[in-house]
């Protein structure tokens, strides 16, 4: 069966650290990979998606990247935080070619704050 | 990317059926209709999808306007652990890697 695994799942970084998060997908190949992030109360951005290796789509500029070295790895990455950094960061994946019917599965997700 | 509205929130009484109401006025032709819910500190879980008929699985149905302009997620029985902010998101042709998005959601309180 299909796994997704995040972490860590909580973070307290200080205000200019760096930031890599690491997400892994187990038992199903070239998947469609994705990171949002939720701010405090509701609603979840999407950051970033990848559909293969080195392919990263970006959906808002901010001070966050991404990159996928390996099929089922997908890491989101900055140089510098920032105080509005902070946030619920989740990984989900989906299988490709069903855009407009695919399920997608969530990991556990990285709660971050930056102070 | 059509958009949808959900009311903010709704609450509900436990073992009580609970409707949760969804409007795309500009929904497509091709655009599937697709349920997820979150839990308190919880990545989304799917729930449901559909794009004409109605549909139904082990945790809820979907109704959808014979128009296409509103859909409905029913919980037939209401628990407890059904406390959760809950996403209709359409899903639609142009839609590059399978991407969702999201917006606000209906936060679902249960009562005892």
């Known amino acids: 069966s299909q796994t997704i695994h995040q972490w860590p799942a909580t973070l307290v970084q200080p205000v200019g650290s760096p930031l890599s998060l690491e997400c892994t997908v187990e038992g199903t190949s070239n998947p469609n990979l994705y990171w949002y992030r939720q701010a405090a109360g509701r609603g979840l951005q999407l950051l970033f998606y990848?559909?293969?290796?080195?392919?990263i789509s970006s959906e808002v500029p901010q001070n966050l990247s991404a990159s996928r070295p390996q099929d089922r790895q997908f890491i989101l990455s900055s140089k510098k935080l920032l105080l509005s950094d902070s946030g619920f960061y989740l990984c989900a994946w989906s299988v490709p070619g069903q855009p407009r019917t695919a399920e997608a599965f969530f990991g556990q997700g990285t709660r971050l704050t930056v102070v | 990317d059509a958009k949808t509205t959900q009311p903010n929130s709704m609450e509900s009484n436990e073992e009580e059926p609970v409707h949760l109401p969804c409007n795309h006025s500009?929904?497509?032709?091709?655009?599937?209709i697709h349920w997820y819910r979150q839990l308190p500190s919880q990545g989304p879980e799917y729930v449901i999808h559909?794009?004409?008929s109605n549909v139904n699985n082990r945790m809820a149905s979907l109704a959808i306007a014979e128009d296409r302009k509103s859909s409905t997620l029913i919980l037939h029985r209401a628990t407890l652990r059904d406390a959760a902010v809950y996403y209709c998101?359409?899903?639609?042709?142009?839609?590059?890697?399978?991407?969702?998005?999201f917006g606000q959601g209906t936060e679902l309180s249960v009562k005892p």
């Open positions: 998101i359409l899903n639609g042709r142009d839609n590059q890697g399978g991407k969702l998005i």
């Open positions: 559909g794009l004409t």
């Open positions: 990848s559909v293969g290796i080195g392919q």
């Open positions: 500009t929904i497509s032709g091709t655009d599937y």
